[in-house]
């Protein structure tokens, strides 16, 4: 069965870069039917979706226009895993963060089990 | 970005009572394949969102058949026909047509 495991540091610093990563088993990150992505939850802006990767004969990329300058997702197929890499934070980026798999749909069937961050010097 | 608008924010069910929640979307969810990509979450105290219904109204592995998803365009609807004490949570709709996708705000589940 498919499970995502996340993990990463709980507190990072007003303009530092947080850093999250994903390991995927039972699924490839390559894979040609799905799409990887993460998504952030906070009492302020609810569930926002934050961007995805996917591969389909090459990688492609989609970011949330509000942290596009800011925003990396990669896929490293050697570990199997997943990163969000997201700049010069505020606390405004204090949130649960969730990367998840979807289907062709766009449907969520698997998510990770939730990194809590507080950006706070 | 299409807004996805959910009502009520909050209810309280007695056990083997129905709910419903409605949800409603800033543009046509209804692709050319006929589908309307809108999917239902339910995300229990202290758990990751897990899918309940997919492309409107389908049923996702193992979600019980007391839950139902209709609708089409920019209105769609959850039905749980007879609510369960396990079914407390809080659920959202989230679009899948374009990117971004985005969420509903959330209808609270609370038991009486």
């Known amino acids: 069965q498919v499970q995502l495991q996340q993990s990463g540091p709980g507190l990072v610093k007003p303009s530092q870069t947080l850093s999250l990563t994903c390991v995927i088993s039972g699924d490839s990150v390559s894979s040609n039917i799905a799409a990887w992505s993460w998504i952030r939850q906070s009492p302020s802006r609810g569930l926002e979706w934050l961007g995805r990767?996917?591969?389909?004969?090459?990688?492609?990329?989609d970011y949330a226009v509000s942290v596009k300058s800011r925003i990396t997702i990669n896929a490293d197929t050697s570990k199997n895993q997943l990163s969000l890499h997201l700049s010069s934070v505020t606390p405004e980026d204090t949130a649960v963060y969730y990367c998840?798999?979807?289907?062709?749909?766009?449907?969520?069937?698997?998510w990770g089990q939730g990194s809590p961050v507080t950006v706070s010097s | 970005d299409i807004v996805m608008t959910q009502s009520p924010v909050s209810l309280s069910v007695t056990p083997g009572e129905p709910a419903s929640i409605s949800c409603r979307s800033s543009q046509s969810l209804l692709y050319s394949d006929g589908n309307n990509y809108l999917d239902w979450y339910l995300q229990k105290p202290g758990q990751s969102p897990q899918v309940l219904i997919y492309m409107n109204s389908n049923r996702a592995s193992g979600v019980p058949d007391r839950f139902s998803g209709s609708g089409s365009g920019t209105e769609f609807t959850l039905k749980i026909s007879r609510v369960e004490p396990e079914d407390v949570g809080v659920y959202f709709c989230?679009?899948?047509?374009?990117?971004?996708?985005?969420f509903g705000g959330g209808t609270k589940l609370e038991i009486k």
């Open positions: 989230m679009h899948a047509l374009e990117v971004p996708l985005t």
């Open positions: 998840a798999r979807a289907r062709t749909s766009g449907t969520y069937d698997h």
């Open positions: 990767t996917y591969y389909r004969s090459k990688w492609y990329s």
